[in-house]
């Protein structure tokens, strides 16, 4: 069957993870307007008050991940999170039994522009959350400072799946701690249901081992 083939496609690696502590200063500068109007007799008045609008934070971040693999999809990664690291340990070989794993070709020099690209998005994202209360708003100016930039290394378990239909090929990927799935599927509604039943079901089988190892640790 389709959905045994499936199965036979998954595999458990262990991708390699750059994990990244700072303290990030953002600021965020522009203009608003709140608008209101009502009617005076025959006359409609409308009224504008324009502001200025500043906000300021010091943000801490904590294990951003950016995987080190060069032939890993960045997107495919950043969909599947969030990973656990509270139960993280040093790396001994027999951690990796029944998976495979991956050694960095990326360093983390190399993956730190993606990686501030990163913060400073979610830095200006969360302040432009606070801008409430206006009609309209425009942004002018943003400022993202790092400071006490740390980060360490670690191998996090993922779970793919290779899948070739009509001569095109998909990934799909599985959070190895989560089950958290993402990945585009070839779109047909009788397979569709055939693929998500057979993830389901490996997803069930794989956090099961997922805990077994994790007590056998």
Not at 34 to 48: A, H, I, K, L, P
Not at 155 to 183: C, E, S
Not at 190 to 196: D, Q, T, V
Request: hydrophobic fraction near 40%; aromatic fraction near 14%; charge should be neutral.
């Amino acid at each position: 069957m389709r959905s045994e083939k499936q199965l036979e496609n998954f595999s458990g690696i262990y991708i390699p993870f750059w994990l990244t502590n700072c303290r990030a200063d953002a600021a965020i500068s522009g203009n608003g307007d709140r608008v209101r109007s009502w009617r005076e007799g025959d006359y409609r008045v409308t009224e504008t008050q324009h502001f200025r609008i500043e906000r300021e934070a010091e943000i801490p971040f904590r294990g951003i991940p950016m995987d080190g693999a060069k032939k890993i999809d960045d997107s495919l990664m950043n969909a599947i999170e969030s990973f656990s690291y509270e139960k993280m340990k040093s790396f001994q070989m027999h951690y990796l039994s029944g998976f495979l794993a991956q050694k960095y070709d990326e360093s983390y020099d190399e993956v730190f522009p993606r990686i501030q690209q990163r913060i400073q998005q979610s830095c200006i994202s969360l302040l432009r959350a606070d801008v409430k209360g206006y009609t309209k708003c425009q942004i002018t100016s943003t400022q993202v400072n790092l400071y006490e930039v740390q980060h360490d290394y670690a191998l996090l378990p993922v779970w793919f799946l290779h899948y070739a239909y009509k001569g095109k090929n998909y990934d799909f990927a599985i959070n190895g701690q989560t089950g958290k799935q993402a990945g585009t599927p070839p779109f047909s509604w009788g397979r569709a249901a055939l693929f998500s039943g057979a993830v389901a079901m490996v997803v069930t089988l794989l956090l099961a081992l997922i805990c077994f190892f994790g007590s056998a640790a």
